[in-house]
T-cell receptor
Framework: NAGVMQNPRHLVRRRGQEARLRCSPMKGHSHVYWYRQLPEEGLKFMVYLQKENIIDESGMPKERFSAEFPKEGPSILRIQQVVRGDSAAYFC??????????????FGPGTRLTVT | GENVGLHLPTLSVQEGDNSIINCAYSNSASDYFIWYKQESGKGPQFIIDIRSNMDKRQGQRVTVLLNKTVKHLSLQIAATQPGDSAVYFCAENEDTGGFKTIFGAGTRLFVKA
């Protein structure tokens, strides 16, 4: 059973370009979470999605950032008009359900975004 | 508060010794706590969790202690091994009807051979 897959692993964008980060959850998982991590810091929650639904986006910046998890295909985190401050590692996690008794999130290897 | 822009606290232990990593959490309403291990260049890996109706939980070589009175969480690693070298994060979660896991700033563990 493959784990959470993220691609690309490394992404370099110039200021003003768009960044698209992809996350394929573990097989059988229908819940996806995105986090951002700056160097030497903990992970910051961004958004929680189920298939075709955004459940909690309280951690998403109001502008330029969007996320989706379509019925088919991976979850996408999109950053428009990137700025240097967007440089970070972006992690995706998935879980089988919103079952807090189980509540294990399996993390992917992350995408390291560098904005030049 | 958050250690924005500060270096991670570091714990250095001798191989074979026990390690204790501490964490203060912020939200009195949090009722579920998790410890994660993150190795360089990788995503966080679940280690152990504990609910607020417990004060201690043991896993394989790891023990988590929860003190709700002072909002303190600790992770004890027995017989620390070089492979335990990593950054360790505590995380908290509350049942608000939505979902948000709040991560602490992390502690870097160095194991000396």
């Amino acid at each position: 059973n493959a784990g959470v897959m993220q691609n690309p692993r490394h992404l370099v964008r110039r200021r003003g370009q768009e960044a698209r980060l992809r996350c394929s959850p573990m097989k059988g998982h229908s819940h996806v979470y995105w986090y951002r991590q700056l160097p030497e810091e903990g992970l910051k929650f961004m958004v929680y999605l189920q298939k075709e639904n955004i459940i909690d986006e309280s951690g998403m910046p109001k502008e330029r950032f969007s996320a989706e998890f379509p019925k088919e295909g991976p979850s996408i985190l999109r950053i428009q008009q990137v700025v240097r401050g967007d440089s970070a590692a972006y992690f995706c996690a998935s879980s089988p359900s919103w079952d807090r008794k189980a509540n294990e999130q399996y993390f992917g290897p992350g995408t390291r975004l560098t904005v030049t | 508060g958050e250690n924005v822009g500060l270096h991670l606290p570091t714990l250095s232990v001798q191989e074979g010794d026990n390690s204790i990593i501490n964490c203060a959490y912020s939200n009195s309403a949090s009722d579920y706590f998790i410890w994660y291990k993150q190795e360089s260049g990788k995503g966080p890996q679940f280690i152990i969790d504990i609910r607020s109706n417990m004060d201690k939980r043991q896993g394989q070589r790891v023990t988590v202690l929860l003190n709700k009175t002072v909002k303190h969480l600790s992770l004890q690693i027995a017989a620390t091994q070089p492979g335990d070298s990593a950054v360790y994060f505590c995380a908290e979660n509350e049942d608000t009807g939505g979902f948000k896991t709040i991560f602490g700033a992390g502690t870097r563990l160095f194991v000396k051979a």
